[in-house]
């Protein structure tokens, strides 16, 4: 049973111009939610977080947006660059106030073209 | 950002032979660790959370005396992969929470391939 889906195995998009991408859940108890960036053979890199209490956080180029009644949340990444291309995976858990297992999405592959 | 280093970052081993990886969180104390395993082109998978001073919890499905976790400091992990097999061949990753401030977010490892023959 996957909890947390990514829809889109891949995405391309020229460089300068928005990359959007988009993670569903369905576990109604999941509170918070973060997305990471993979690059082949290494670990992943921790990007942005954004808690249930919010729908936006920002820093830099990066955007999360979530919508609570859509189980639905997306990454915006803006201006793209080619350094942007790797496997972004969404992640999502729930707030125990102590350490607390991530649930992975299947992650997209974004390519960022020149 | 906290840094989480594994060793070693490649191994290959003869079927039936153990492998023990390690998981260090290097400038912070990690009370908790996690090991993902990731097969090609798939999700991380989680395998077990490693707590230090007890024993780890293993999810649903992963074989706890052939995957043995030891926590024994608060900046090493140990993932021990016992008479490994070809079918145990995967890329596996720690992570570590950032201590009481972060603690929802996970700083992970280079990862380890293993390769089994």
């Known amino acids: 049973d996957q909890q947390v889906k990514q829809n889109s195995p891949s995405l391309s998009v020229q460089e300068g111009r928005i990359s959007i991408l988009n993670c569903d859940y369905t576990?109604?108890?999941?509170?918070?939610f973060l997305w990471y960036k993979k690059y082949p053979a290494e670990g992943p890199t921790f990007l942005i977080s954004?808690?249930?209490?919010?729908d936006k956080n920002e820093d830099g180029r990066f955007t999360v947006f979530l919508n609570k009644s859509a189980k639905h949340l997306s990454l915006h990444i803006v201006p793209s660059q080619p350094g942007d291309s790797a496997v972004y995976f969404c992640?999502?858990?729930?707030?125990?106030?102590?350490?607390?297992?991530?649930?992975f999405g299947t992650g997209t592959r974004l390519q960022v073209t020149l | 950002g906290a840094v989480v280093s594994q060793h070693p970052s490649r191994v290959i081993c003869k079927s039936g032979t153990s492998v023990k990886i390690e998981c260090r969180s290097l400038d912070f104390q990690a009370t908790t660790m996690f090991w993902y395993r990731q097969f090609p082109k798939q999700s991380l998978m989680l395998m077990a959370t490693?707590?230090?001073?007890?024993?780890?919890?293993?999810e649903q499905g992963v074989e706890k005396d052939k995957f043995l976790i030891n926590h024994a400091s608060l900046t090493l992990s140990t993932l021990t992969v016992t008479s490994a097999h070809p079918e145990d061949s995967s890329f596996y990753i720690c992570?570590?929470?950032?201590?009481?401030?972060?603690?929802?977010?996970?700083?992970f490892g280079p990862g380890t391939r293993l390769t089994v023959l």
């Open positions: 992640a999502a858990t729930v707030n125990t106030g102590t350490a607390s297992k991530l649930t």
């Open positions: 490693s707590n230090e001073g007890s024993k780890a919890t293993y």
């Open positions: 576990n109604s108890m999941f509170d918070y």
């Open positions: 992570s570590a929470n950032g201590g009481i401030e972060s603690y929802n977010e996970q700083f």
């Open positions: 954004i808690s249930s209490i919010k």
